[in-house]
């Protein structure tokens, strides 16, 4: 049957496609758009097992708060190259996905790549953008949080942080913790929130270190706790040097910027995904 520029135009607006490759799809679909659509999902499917070796280490990592601001979601979308990652179509995926995120809360990675966007699943249109841009597209990491108040910062769209408070802060307050957690990477809130297993390698590879540098063997343990003790300070959110305070909030700690506000406010909650 004649496929006409307006049939093709109808496929690239549900899909993205180019026009070229619309046309080879309706043509090949003799004109049955659900077929055509799923003509172009098969291409992206093979195009993605084409580059499953490959890398996708650039891309984009957003986060994005509830419109009542007590939710937040943040997500990893990679891509192979940078120019694809600044990509009209794929920042269009990328901040659609988000959106979902935030507005279903789904529970984990997986059950995001279920959820149905444009007809699809989320799955389904990271393939088929796979398949239009011809570069393995990946997303790679999802997280969310609830809390009474919540900040974010994202730069450059490589850098996501999202800091949940038990109660309100002010906003500029609120953003500045947020962008320390973008900047300092801290590994859990508290030192009392550092997995076991973390506390128990520092205390071996501090153990290890004194060992090294030919201290006593009577002497490690205590050498060891006090490296453990500098790795919470370094480490640990509280009590890291406020580095994105202004003047002499830069002297304090997070965790006495924080008290100097408010004693009663306490971050719950933080998400931190970075691009490699």
């Given amino acids: 049957m004649a496929i006409t520029a307006q049939d093709v135009k109808k496929l690239r607006d549900l899909t993205n496609a180019g026009m070229m490759d619309c046309k080879k799809a309706l043509t090949e679909a003799n004109g049955d758009f659900d077929r055509a659509r799923d003509i172009l999902r098969e291409r992206g499917q093979l195009v993605a097992a084409k580059r499953a070796d490959r890398e996708a280490k650039d891309g984009v990592a957003i986060a994005k708060i509830s419109a009542d601001g007590k939710h937040a979601a943040a997500i990893i979308l ?18 659609g996905i988000l959106d979902l995120a935030v507005e279903a809360k789904p529970a984990d990675l997986d059950a995001l790549k279920a959820l149905q966007l444009d ?93 090294n540098e ?53 971050p719950v909650a933080m998400i931190r995904f970075a691009l490699a």
């Fill in 78 to 95: 990679n891509a192979e190259t940078d120019f694809v990652a600044a990509n009209d179509k794929f920042l269009t995926l990328a901040n």
């Fill in 119 to 211: 007809g699809l699943t989320v799955a389904e249109k990271v393939n088929e953008l796979t398949g239009v841009i011809g570069e393995k597209i990946d997303l790679s990491a999802y997280k969310q949080i609830d809390a009474d108040y919540i900040a974010c910062y994202v730069h450059n769209k490589k850098i996501a942080a999202v800091v949940g408070f038990n109660q309100a802060i002010d906003p500029e307050a609120g953003k500045k913790v947020a962008m320390q957690v973008a900047t300092m990477a801290p590994v859990a809130i508290s030192k009392e929130e550092v997995p076991q297993e973390t506390i128990d390698h520092e205390l071996e590879v501090g153990k290890e270190m004194a060992r």
């Fill in 214 to 266: 030919g201290k006593p063997e009577n002497m490690l343990d205590k050498i060891a706790q006090g490296r453990l003790a500098k790795f919470f300070k370094e480490n640990t959110l509280l009590q890291q040097n406020f580095f994105a305070g202004d003047g002499d909030e830069s002297k304090l700690s997070v965790g006495d910027y924080l008290a100097k506000l408010n004693p009663q406010v306490k």
